[in-house]
Nanobody
Framework: QVQLVESGGGLVQAGGSLRLSCAAS????????MGWFRQAPGKEREFVAA????????LYADSVKGRFTISRDSAKNTVYLQMNSLNAEDTAVYYC????????????????WGQGTQVTVSS
């Protein structure tokens, strides 16, 4: 089992920055790829970014490429999402996920999910 707890969400003005954290626990945590997804009101959940835990390879959605950075600290069992140049379209609940399914961008490829953290960007 893997337990995930997100933190770092909040209210920020457009153009501002936030850093989300995802603290993971569980014996097999190091075997999983880690991803961030988000869901805005009335919209489907969408992929944001992912990183392999051991290899450091990353993938980003086009909508956040160049603005968001995913990283991980193996010693702390924590994954981060640095979000810069935020705009109103980034407002959503952000979820951390762990899994090893083949398709990085699909939620079904992830087995474990956190409870989510709200990010609100005011324009």
């Amino acid at each position: 089992q893997v337990q995930l707890v997100e933190s770092g969400g909040g209210l920020v003005q457009a153009g501002g920055s936030l850093r989300l954290s995802c603290a993971a626990s569980g014996r097999t945590f190091s075997r999983y790829r880690m991803g961030w997804f988000r869901q805005a009101p009335g919209k489907e959940r969408e992929f944001v970014a992912a990183v392999t835990w051991t290899g450091g390879s990353t993938l980003y959605a086009d909508s956040v490429k160049g603005r968001f950075t995913i990283s991980r600290d193996s010693a702390k069992n924590t994954v981060y999402l640095q979000m810069n140049s935020l705009n109103a379209e980034d407002t959503a609940v952000y979820y951390c996920a762990a899994g090893n399914g083949a398709a990085w961008v699909y939620g079904r490829s992830y087995d474990y999910w956190g409870q989510g953290t709200q990010v609100t960007v005011s324009s």
